[in-house]
């Protein structure tokens, strides 16, 4: 591994070096353009442009009748898996429901203090649509992280698109696994095309309200050229990973969380390696190089830690969380002693997730500890949060007046109607307050 120790500075240069660093997630014009005509041809043709940009993108040869899959054929990729991979499933299942049901809103209403009741009702959202990507990897976990949290919020249609592989064949554990959630509504349909087909809709497919789902860089462009016309949940790209280190933190333990993101194989993942031992940044880059030996995935994971991992050497911790707090990963591993993990914690604010102590792998917010491991990328951590279960639910307010408090409240509506020269607003209330009225 070629890749060189970044040391921390207050100076400019240090500054643009890590933000050089960052922008190697940025998209691409010509990704934005061909992500343009994708979508503008789904909206204009349909189906048609969805089973041409199948074969084109995918290799998939399928006829329109071909792109839902059917109910029986869920159900058989269920029966198929083992008993013990179905248990582990519904342990995973599981585990995102516990959390997610910490928080469930709850409608409320109370009385203001002109004695107006005022309250928030919340509703799940009619239509959603799942994107879950498997272009490189069945990424059964992507959906249970979505799907689980779809179906516990209630939202009454559920529609999911994957691509499929060159036989027009979709991996039989994402099947099993949606059809184990109750999720039925399912297409053959991938990459730019599908989000085009649930934004505009097709002959076979209906346009949902909003759509959620990690994908690569012309999935996160279309998600983004779409918004307003559908809602979107965020903007989750390509896997990135920051571990921050104290000289206590095992090199190999560093180097096998490093090489788990690089796995993901889109080539465009980002990691960050930071700690107060330049000594343990080496036997980091060593033991990473070691590794690659173990992993099927060697070539694209060395790909990944020569060209898109960056090592920082700070001086102190205070000064990690300050990259940490710029860089706004999407996983943060805070391989730190157990006494130090609370006052790190606190100095984080832009993280995606934070996975603390040297026993909390990244791996296990992928799979199985709870919190939805969708989660802003490129740097969209510092607007972003991870994909919660009030994303798939909408908030409405109410308010309620009566005489005596529409009174109280009649003063500060004159004042304001004035202040805004809007005297129609002003007299929607006064002609309430009039005896005869």
Known sequence: ?????????????????????????????????????????????????????????????????????SAEALKASEQSLSASDRKVIREAIRQVKDFNKQTVPKNWSAMNQQGGRVGERFYPIERVGLYIPGGNVPLVSTVVMTAVLAKLAGCPEIAVCTPPDANGQIAPAMLATLSIIGINEVYKIGGVQAVGALTYGTKTVKPVDKIYGPGNAFVMEAKRQVLGTVGIDLLPGPSELMVIADSKAKPEWLAADLLAQAEHGSGKELLYCVSTSKSLLNR?????????????????????????????????????????????????????????????TKKIRTAGAILQGYLTPTVLGDFTAGPSHTLPTGRAGRFYSGLQLIDFMRRTSTVRYNAKSIEKAAPVVRAFARLEQLDAHGRSLEIRLKKDS
Do not use: W
């Open 284 to 344: 980091v880059k060593i033991a990473a190089e070691k590794g690659l030996k173990s992993i099927s995935h060697a070539d694209k994971c060395a790909k990944i830690l020569k060209d898109r991992t960056l090592f920082v050497a700070c001086s102190n911790m205070d000064q990690a969380a300050e990259v940490a707090n710029y860089v706004a990963p999407e996983h943060l591993e805070l391989q730190v002693a157990d006494s130090a993990i609370d006052a790190l």
């Open 1 to 69: 591994m070629s890749t060189d120790t970044l040391v921390f500075s207050n100076d400019s240069r240090f500054k643009k070096q890590l933000e050089s660093f960052c922008h190697k997630g940025t998209v691409a014009k010509d990704v934005s353009s061909v992500v343009s005509e994708v979508l503008s041809a789904v909206q204009k043709k349909g189906d048609g442009a969805v089973l041409a940009y199948t074969k084109q993108f995918d290799k998939a040869d399928l006829k329109a009748s071909d792109l839902k899959v």
